[in-house]
Nanobody
Framework: QVQLVESGGGLVQAGGSLRLSCTAS????????MAWYRQGPGKERELAAS???????NYADAVKGRFSISRDKTYTTTHLQMNNLKLEDTGVYFC?????????WGQGTQVTVSS
């Protein structure tokens, strides 16, 4: 069973930055797709950013120009660089990876943006 371990969440003031990381316990097989989802208080879980294939990225309109998703060369770790954070970015951030056709989720990491 593959486990995804997330880190990097925390409390930050509006306008600040955070960098989230997610590493898979399985290192023998590369993830073909990686993504970060987020769930704000009282909201549905939504896609924030994804990276697939040769490095094709996709971002939710709300985070374009502020967030950047990347992955390491082993395709087992992904990062989400979040800049110019806003109050509405507050929520639990989950990483997801597709490894050998199976979708795996991390446990989530809390991001709280204060005014």
């Amino acid at each position: 069973q593959v486990q995804l371990v997330e880190s990097g969440g925390g409390l930050v003031q509006a306008g600040g930055s955070l960098r989230l990381s997610c590493t898979a316990s399985e290192t023998n097989f590369a993830a073909v797709a990686m993504a970060w989802y987020r769930q704000g208080p009282g909201k549905e879980r939504e896609l924030a950013a994804s990276i697939v294939g040769g490095g094709i990225t996709n971002y939710a309109d709300a985070v374009k120009g502020r967030f950047s998703i990347s992955r390491d060369k082993t395709y087992t770790t992904t990062h989400l660089q979040m800049n110019n954070l806003k109050l509405e970015d507050t929520g639990v951030y989950f990483c997801k990876m597709v490894i050998r056709g199976t979708h795996y989720w991390g446990q989530g990491t809390q991001v709280t943006v204060s005014s």
